[in-house]
């Protein structure tokens, strides 16, 4: 059985940072590529960033590129999200995915596995 646990969100004022992990198990890592979606209240879920199952690739929605680093970790199973300079369009509850992809998927669509999200509040 496939789990993705999803951790680290919190409240954080604006200009904050937080660091999001979301560990795996169950699939064999390695042969997945992984990303962050997240979703806001009345808004649809939308992609944040996504890295390929070598780590070699990754890509970003263009409103946190320079903000936001997707990683991950094989040794751990583990896949990161680090946070900088938030802002209060970054509220949402954030949700890792796997992808049974190589590269870097940024189309819902493509993951197979879903995490239950984890809440992010940045408050202005």
């Known amino acids: 059985q496939v789990q993705l646990v999803e951790s680290g969100g919190g409240l954080v004022q604006a200009g904050g940072s937080l660091r999001l992990s979301c560990a795996s198990s169950?699939?064999?890592?390695?042969?997945?590529?992984m990303g962050w979606f997240r979703q806001s209240p009345g808004k649809e879920r939308e992609f944040v960033a996504a890295?390929?199952?070598?780590?070699?690739?990754?890509d970003y929605n263009d409103s946190v590129k320079g903000r936001f680093t997707i990683s991950r970790d094989t040794a751990k199973n583990t896949i990161y999200l680090q946070m900088n300079s938030l802002k209060s369009e970054d509220t949402g509850v954030y949700y890792c995915?796997?992808?049974?992809?190589?590269?870097?998927?940024?189309?819902?669509?493509?993951?197979?596995?879903w995490g239950q999200g984890t809440q992010v509040t940045v408050s202005s």
């Open positions: 995915a796997a992808a049974r992809f190589a590269g870097a998927a940024r189309f819902a669509s493509q993951f197979s596995y």
């Open positions: 169950g699939l064999t890592f390695s042969g997945y590529g």
């Open positions: 890295i390929s199952w070598g780590g070699a690739g990754t």
